[in-house]
């Protein structure tokens, strides 16, 4: 099906697709401003999306600012990040913390890797965690 109501004046399809490549990659670079895609060439159209495609991006914007601020990106494991902030925003069982991510972040976490993951908090960075939350709040109280 064309998009196009007047054939007579109607580019090609191709020229669309080029011009609309064009201004994606323009866009960044006209009003300094990042991208949220890991792609901008290769956007989505607006038709082409549905509910599947939405995701919850603003507590990792906010919370994950604070979360590296305080330091706690100093520790390696990924996880403890997305356990901290969805702890945050949806405070819950471990197995309503399962669900959150793989429902929000589209990250497929067991209860029981949570639990384990824990163990492995406690018994390796326990120590970490506790000397940089020490730090950060002598350093502002």
Excluded at 43 to 49: I, Y
Excluded at 69 to 77: A, T, V, W
Excluded at 98 to 119: M, P, T
């Amino acid at each position: 099906m064309s998009r196009c109501i007047f054939r007579d004046v109607c580019p090609q399809e191709e020229e669309i697709d080029r011009l609309f490549k064009r201004a994606q990659e323009s866009i960044p670079r006209l009003f300094n401003q990042i991208t949220l895609f890991d792609d901008p060439t290769n956007l989505p159209r607006v038709d082409e999306l549905s509910n599947d495609d939405i995701r919850v991006a603003g507590p990792e914007l906010v919370f994950g600012k604070i979360f590296n601020h305080i330091g706690f990106n100093q520790i390696p494991d990924s996880l403890f990040k997305d356990l901290v902030i969805s702890r945050i925003t949806h405070p819950g069982s471990k197995l309503q913390l399962s669900e959150y991510l793989r429902e929000n972040n589209r990250k497929e976490i067991s209860a029981d890797n949570i639990y384990y993951f824990l163990d492995k908090l406690n018994s390796k960075y326990k120590h970490q965690v506790e000397d940089i939350s020490f730090t950060y709040t002598h350093k502002y109280f």
